[in-house]
């Protein structure tokens, strides 16, 4: 079993950075591979990054790439979405989840975060 615990969010303006942390209490992180989904009300959930275990390959949806990065420290853990540039259409609750495949599917990913709230206002 693999609890994740999102942190890092909150309200900021346009422009501004926001850094998500996503912590997980398993031994053996390192095998597992991570993505960031988040989801707007009436919204389906939608992709946003993911990581493989060893961090050396990342995927990012084209809404994120160049402003978002998705990178994971295994000796504490943790896996981290660092967002810049941030626009008001990321306004969503951000959730990370741990599966066994990189993968920009949400049925490929077996254990998830509560979530974290981002406000972003104009």
């Known amino acids: 079993q693999v609890q994740l615990v999102e942190s890092g969010g909150g309200m900021v303006q346009a422009g501004g950075s926001l850094r998500l942390s996503c912590a997980a209490s398993?031994?053996?992180?390192?095998?597992?591979?991570v993505g960031w989904f988040r989801q707007t009300p009436g919204k389906e959930r939608q992709f946003v990054a993911a990581i493989s275990g060893s961090g050396s390959t990342t995927l990012h949806a084209d809404s994120a790439k160049e402003r978002f990065t998705i990178s994971r420290d295994n000796s504490k853990n943790t896996v981290y979405l660092q967002m810049n540039s941030l626009k008001p259409e990321d306004t969503a609750v951000y959730y990370c989840a741990a599966g066994v495949q990189v993968s920009t599917t949400e049925r490929d990913y077996d254990y998830w975060g509560q979530g974290t709230r981002v406000t972003v206002s104009s």
């Open positions: 398993v031994r053996t992180f390192s095998r597992y591979r």
